[in-house]
């Protein structure tokens, strides 16, 4: 049963050609995927501004046209009413005639309720008349009578409301502009469903997703389109490639080191001009400085050139390091010993391992392609402390001898795992460790250990005597 799930898991596991297709398509669709989204997110956000501020228009509308019918209807009452006293039924009588003899369209009315919540006109409804409504409530919990007295008492004003559409019978959403007649203690207002404005806006919605849809899929077409010619080209680079891997293998090892080492130097002078974003920003506070001080704002001019002088500090910093870290000027200056201790000592300042370095002078005694080497040797030897070893001191010890010059970096942390030593199964940090001793000629050997006394890795790189001139002068120095 084991066999067969192994067997399983090799007949599954992915070819080398699509692991690159999986490389190359994986970001494509998560790039293309988030790039939808963030389409249709902001197509939603700018269509609902749109559709709201129809939505708010067509009401505004609705609401001046119900001002409008309530207006005329008062011209028709206001003066039987003015001369009315507030006990005058005939009057109120007269007053309710002609308010429910006023019909507009197919389902405009006006209503009366006094403050009591009874009915009193109803011409749409006449089963209303003479009824008390004060608890009625519509579909949502509203209690539009109580609301209608609070508004009508207040002077008078608007309300949404779901109520019965006279045409259809159905439960649609009105708007209703009611107003108080103090004296008789009236509710008078009529209403103009809004059905219509919500089917509007409903169609706009609608129309906002159709095109969110079309999106979606031209997107996507554009997607598999790009995802076939990914498959098509990495197909034909993949067996181009392969034809030629045997040929340029030898070649490409010793390319991909010097390559490294003339990109690590270009990058390190292009640097510079990629601090560019910290220096706008410091030349944004300074200018900001300036006007706050032509302004007269001096407290404000002070905050804005501390900000711009800390921003130029890190500036200069970060070139430093990162200019060190790629290719360290002492290195080409002063030597490999110097350029060690350099590095020693910023890695015990920021670990706080212990690090001791003992050394001998070897400025300008080495070659370029040994210094290099070395360098880089130790440089990835303590990022792989760093990182990994749970060490506590670090001894590099460089000398020359007979056969030439050995740089040998010991820690005390807990080993590499089991497998991983020189010759064997290796990261890659090693594994460029290796290739960078065998151009020149040279061997390197790993030994570790997890348990006991000798607990820790050893590194030992030795360079032959051709990359060397015998040494000088032995110093010992420690950090």
């Given amino acids: 049963m084991k066999e067969a799930l192994s067997r399983l898991w090799r007949r599954m596991r992915p070819t080398y050609g699509q692991k690159v297709f999986l490389m190359a398509s994986l970001p494509l669709v998560l790039a293309v995927s988030a790039i939808a989204l963030l389409v249709a997110n902001q197509s939603r956000q700018a269509a609902e501004t749109e559709i ?8 505004a509308a609705k609401k001046a046209e119900l001002r409008n019918y309530l207006s005329l209807a008062k011209t028709a009452f206001i003066n039987i009413y003015g ?3 507030p006990d005058d039924e005939k009057a109120k009588l007269e007053v309710s005639r002609i308010l429910a003899a006023m019909l507009y369209g197919r389902d405009g009315y006006f209503f009366v309720y006094d403050y009591d919540g009874t009915n009193l006109v109803s011409p749409r409804r006449t089963e209303l008349i003479g009824r008390n409504q004060m608890e009625l409530t519509d579909s949502r919990g509203e209690r539009v009578v109580q609301r209608m007295i609070e508004i009508a008492r207040r002077g008078g004003g608007y309300l949404s409301y779901d109520w019965p559409k006279p045409s259809t019978g159905k439960t649609e959403r009105m708007v209703s502009y009611v107003v108080g007649l103090q004296d008789w203690r009236w509710v008078v207002g009529t209403g103009i469903f809004i ?6 806006v409903a169609a706009e919605r609608a129309e906002v997703e159709e095109r969110v849809r079309q999106t979606f899929l031209t997107i996507g077409a554009i997607t598999f389109a790009a995802l076939l010619l990914v498959f098509t080209s990495g197909m034909f680079i993949n ?3 392969r034809r030629l891997a045997d040929a340029k293998l030898k070649k490409l ?3 991909v080191l010097d390559t490294q080492e003339e990109e690590r130097g270009r990058v390190a002078r292009e640097l510079h001009d990629s601090i560019s974003q910290i220096l706008v920003g410091a030349r944004y506070r300074l200018e900001l400085a300036r006007r706050h001080l032509r302004s007269g704002d ?20 970060e070139v430093r390091r990162i200019s060190r870290d790629l290719r360290p000027g002492v290195l080409d200056d002063l030597g490999l010993g110097p350029a060690l201790k350099s590095l020693t000592d910023d890695f015990s300042a920021r670990t706080g391992i212990g690090t001791e370095l003992e050394t001998v002078v070897f400025r300008n005694r080495l070659d370029q392609d040994a210094k290099i080497a070395l360098y880089r040797v130790a440089q990835e030897a303590l990022t792989n402390i760093e990182r990994h070893s749970g060490a506590t001191r670090v001894q590099l010890t460089l000398k020359g001898h007979r056969r030439g010059v050995t740089l040998r970096i010991a820690d005390n942390g807990h080993g ?5 030593r ?7 940090g090693l594994r460029n460790m290796q290739e960078r001793i065998e151009q020149l000629d040279g061997h390197l050997r790993i030994l570790s250990s997890r348990s006991g006394k000798s607990r820790g890795t050893v590194i030992e790189a030795e360079i032959p005597l051709s990359h060397m001139l015998p040494p000088e002068q032995q110093t010992r120095a420690s950090a």
């Fill in 422 to 428: 020189s010759g064997g199964r290796t990261g890659l």
């Fill in 298 to 317: 001096a407290r404000a001019a002070g905050e804005n050139l501390g900000h711009g002088i800390a921003a130029l500090a890190g500036a200069v910093q």
């Fill in 239 to 241: 067996i181009r490639e």
């Fill in 52 to 59: 709201a501020f129809l939505e708010e228009e067509l009401i």
């Fill in 416 to 420: 590499l795992p089991p497998g991983v």
């Fill in 253 to 255: 090892a010793q390319r």
């Fill in 83 to 85: 001369r009315a006293l």
């Fill in 195 to 200: 059905d219509d404005v919500l089917a509007t």
